[in-house]
C-alpha cells in the first residue's frame, strides 16, 4: 500500500488506483487515465477519500485509497 501526495505526481500509465470501501470491502481498481479524468489530476488521496462514494454500499466517505 502506497501513500502519495497527488494522482498527477504518482500515478503512472500503467499503474492503477485502489478504492476500497471501509464498510462493505468493495473494492473498485480504476486506470490511472480513468483515475485522472474521474477524479482530477490534482487529487489528493484525502480528496478522493472525502468525494467517494462506495457503488456496493452507498457509503460515503469511508475508502481507503492507494495505488
Ligand atoms: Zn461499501
Same mark, same amino acid.
Given at each position: 500500500?502506497?501513500?502519495?501526495?497527488n494522482?498527477?505526481?504518482?500515478?503512472?500509465?500503467?499503474?492503477?488506483?485502489?478504492?476500497?470501501?471501509?464498510? !462493505?470491502?468493495?473494492? %473498485? @481498481?480504476?486506470?490511472?487515465?480513468?483515475?485522472? #479524468? *474521474? !477524479?482530477?489530476?490534482? %487529487? @489528493?488521496?484525502?480528496d478522493?477519500?472525502?468525494? #467517494? *462514494? !462506495?457503488?456496493?454500499?452507498?457509503?460515503?466517505?469511508?475508502?481507503?485509497?492507494?495505488?
Amino acid at each position: 500500500m502506497t501513500m502519495f501526495q497527488n494522482l498527477h505526481r504518482s500515478l503512472d500509465q500503467g499503474q492503477t488506483l485502489k478504492i476500497q470501501c471501509e464498510a !462493505c470491502d468493495h473494492l %473498485a @481498481t480504476l486506470t490511472a487515465a480513468d483515475a485522472k #479524468a *474521474r !477524479c482530477g489530476a490534482d %487529487a @489528493t488521496p484525502m480528496d478522493i477519500r472525502r468525494r #467517494a *462514494r !462506495c457503488r456496493g454500499c452507498g457509503a460515503e466517505g469511508r475508502v481507503r485509497v492507494w495505488i
